[in-house]
């Protein structure tokens, strides 16, 4: 079978790693993919959203299988292009149509989707500009701290979390009045503060049916101790120690089998990634988000602990038999440290030459944002290189992959040291 990877992160480099074990395979592409990518397949220089690029490359190179790493594409429609075209309905697409992908494109969708089939989250109202004074009144009604959270795609940015009335107030019109987060803020979900320990839940299903994939917990913060501003994610660990099997049952109980089931109800086809963003509330899960695709660098660490042949199960959920698809999950721990860019969130600099790749041996290393520039790989991105180790227990693989991140070199380098410290 020949394979076409959208998307050019960690998380499209961890699926290439992962896809090219399958003897099911015969040739992988990433479009457009790194610097780390070519080593499992053959990058091609496509965009994202060039859905008609694609489609071409597709069928000029005999393609029969697409994975969308990433949302956007998702949420802008590759689904829906393929299915509208004769030539390309056929291909399977890994990734929800256009109504599915509304879960992560649209904020109110998707608390107005938990409401409706009794999935618990955190209560909630959404407001716009017809009902924006009403908003500001209705700030004045709320416990703080107050969440904010921008209803469109905002880059991982469109969440606000602030602890004064005042600050709630000038946020939402700012994201309303003034577009602080462009299209995405036209309408805001002004959300209940939940308090607890977050972690994410991954699920594959072909819409009728679904396997779980491992927990994970990611670490958002830039700065040790999970201090300083939000990231794109600097780290995972993978299983996550207080999500114990009481826990997760009641996961598949109350938010993964509604959620499926709903969708069902809703006539809305979904082949694909669920990634349920959860907080654990003294034992009780409440979902945060959904995602409609894996999240970075959680899949790092996920899919390393995953067994099964993944090109065998992603058939299973284009031909819709995922439930007859052998699924096994390895007992060991994975922990990812991620590499960054000096300076990352803010400014940075690109085109740093990293060296000393070859020398991590105990741990895999995913690129993320590189290239390759006359041989040289140098960093493309904030968040560069994210470097995996799977050992019997936790503290293992934390100790294997941080000592590894320090064995990669290029200037500006910075990576935290204490992921997972939390969970010891």
Same mark, same amino acid.
């Given at each position: 079978?020949?394979i076409?990877?959208?998307g ?5 480099s ?7 074990q399958s003897p ?6 990433? #479009?457009?993919g790194? #610097? ?6 053959? &990058? ?5 959203t060039?859905f008609?690029?694609? !489609?071409? @490359?597709?069928?000029? &190179?005999?393609?029969?299988? $697409? ?8 949420v802008?429609?590759?689904h829906?292009?393929?299915l509208a075209?004769e030539?390309?309905?056929?291909i399977?697409?890994?990734g929800?149509?256009?109504e ?6 649209s904020k109110?969708?998707?608390?107005e989707?938990m ?14 500009k017809? &009902?924006?004074e ?13 969440v +904010?959270?921008?209803?469109? +795609?905002a ?12 600050e ?7 994201m ?10 036209n ?11 977050e972690l994410? $839940? @991954?699920?594959l299903?072909d819409?009728?049916?679904h ?35 009481t826990?997760?049952?009641? $996961? ?20 694909g990634?669920i ?5 654990n ?7 945060i ?10 899949t ?8 099964s042949?993944?090109?065998? +199960? ?6 819709? &038999?995922?439930?007859d ?27 740093k030459v990293?060296?000393?790749i070859?020398?991590v041996k105990?741990?895999?290393v995913?690129?993320?944002?590189t ?7 140098q960093?493309?991105? !904030?968040r560069?290189?994210?470097?995996t180790?799977l050992?019997?227990?936790l503290?293992?693989?934390l100790?294997?992959?941080? #000592?590894?991140?320090g064995?990669?070199f ?5 990576f935290r040291?204490d992921?997972? @410290?939390?969970?010891?």
């Amino acid at each position: 079978m020949n394979i076409l990877i959208i998307g050019s992160g960690g998380r499209e480099s961890a699926f290439a790693y992962k896809l090219a074990q399958s003897p099911k395979l015969d040739k992988l592409f990433i #479009a457009p993919g790194n #610097a780390g990518t070519g080593q499992y397949g053959e &990058n091609v220089p496509l965009k994202v959203t060039d859905f008609k690029g694609i !489609g071409e @490359f597709v069928l000029a &190179n005999d393609i029969q299988m $697409v994975v969308v790493g990433p949302e956007e594409p998702l949420v802008k429609g590759i689904h829906d292009y393929f299915l509208a075209d004769e030539q390309l309905k056929g291909i399977a697409v890994i990734g929800p149509q256009q109504e599915g992908a509304q879960l992560e494109g649209s904020k109110d969708f998707s608390k107005e989707f938990m409401i409706r089939h009794q999935v618990p989250t955190a209560a909630f109202r959404s407001f716009d500009k017809t &009902n924006l004074e009403e908003g500001l009144a209705y700030l004045d009604t709320q416990k703080l701290p107050i969440v +904010l959270k921008a209803d469109g +795609l905002a880059q991982g940015k469109g969440v606000l979390i602030l602890d004064s009335y005042e600050e709630a107030k000038a946020e939402l019109k700012a994201m309303i009045s003034d577009a602080k987060f462009g299209e995405a803020s036209n309408v805001v979900v002004v959300e209940e503060f939940l308090k607890g320990i977050e972690l994410s $839940v @991954f699920v594959l299903t072909d819409g009728k049916d679904h396997k779980v994939l491992p927990s994970a917990k990611d670490y958002k913060r830039i700065g040790e101790g999970d201090t300083g501003l939000n990231t794109g994610g600097m780290g995972s660990v993978s299983p996550v120690p207080f999500a114990d099997q009481t826990f997760l049952d009641k $996961v598949e109980e109350r938010i993964i089998k509604p959620t499926v089931d709903g969708l069902k109800k809703d006539n809305i086809p979904y082949k694909g990634f669920i990634f349920i963003g959860l907080m654990n509330v003294e034992g009780e899960p409440y979902v945060i988000e959904y995602n409609v695709r894996m999240g970075d660098p959680e899949t790092e660490s996920v899919l390393l602990r995953i067994e099964s042949d993944l090109v065998d +199960l992603l058939e299973g959920v284009a031909q819709g &038999n995922l439930a007859d698809r052998s699924y096994t999950v390895s007992p060991k721990t994975a922990a990812t440290v991620m590499l960054v860019s000096g300076g990352y969130p803010g400014s940075y600099e690109q085109g740093k030459v990293i060296s000393n790749i070859e020398n991590v041996k105990e741990s895999i290393v995913f690129h993320a944002g590189t290239k390759l520039v006359n041989g040289e790989v140098q960093t493309a991105g !904030g968040r560069v290189i994210a470097v995996t180790a799977l050992e019997e227990d936790l503290f293992s693989a934390l100790q294997q992959a941080t #000592a590894d991140a320090g064995r990669i070199f290029f200037q500006g380098k910075y990576f935290r040291t204490d992921i997972g @410290f939390d969970l010891i």
